[in-house]
């Protein structure tokens, strides 16, 4: 199974910027659709953003349209989501997450997780 590791989490003040890391190991990662998904205390795990094997498909949540942009380099086994004009409720626990479908991109559609990274946005 694929192992996620997750990093570039911090602390950033509204309007800043952050790049998000999912590193993976263990397996064929150029199969495997990847997703960003962000839960925040007392909520439920929601989607951010996912993308294809390929990278050739990408889809965003609402909130984040416009201001998240997901990537990948399958030569480095590694998926960012770069984060700008961060807003506080953007706060949450970060989450990566794979699976050879990923579709739709919700977190009941992906089998294998990293262990999240926080990210933090306040003055």
């Known amino acids: 199974q694929l192992q996620l590791v997750e990093s570039g989490g911090g602390l950033v003040q509204p309007g800043g910027s952050l790049r998000l890391s999912c590193a993976a190991s263990?397996?064929?990662?150029?199969?495997?659709?990847v997703g960003w998904f962000r839960q925040a205390p007392g909520k439920e795990r929601d989607g951010v953003s996912c993308?294809?094997?390929?990278?050739?498909?990408?889809n965003y949540g609402d909130s984040v349209k416009g201001r998240f942009t997901i990537s990948r380099d399958n030569a480095k086994n590694t998926v960012y989501l770069q984060m700008d004009n961060l807003n506080p409720d953007d706060t949450a626990v970060y989450y990566c997450?794979?699976?050879?479908?990923?579709?739709?991109?919700?977190?009941?559609?992906?089998?294998?997780w990293g262990q999240g990274t926080q990210v933090t946005v306040s003055s």
């Open positions: 263990g397996g064929p990662f150029d199969v495997y659709a």
């Open positions: 997450a794979a699976d050879l479908l990923g579709y739709p991109c919700r977190a009941d559609a992906f089998r294998s």
């Open positions: 993308i294809t094997s390929d990278g050739g498909l990408t």
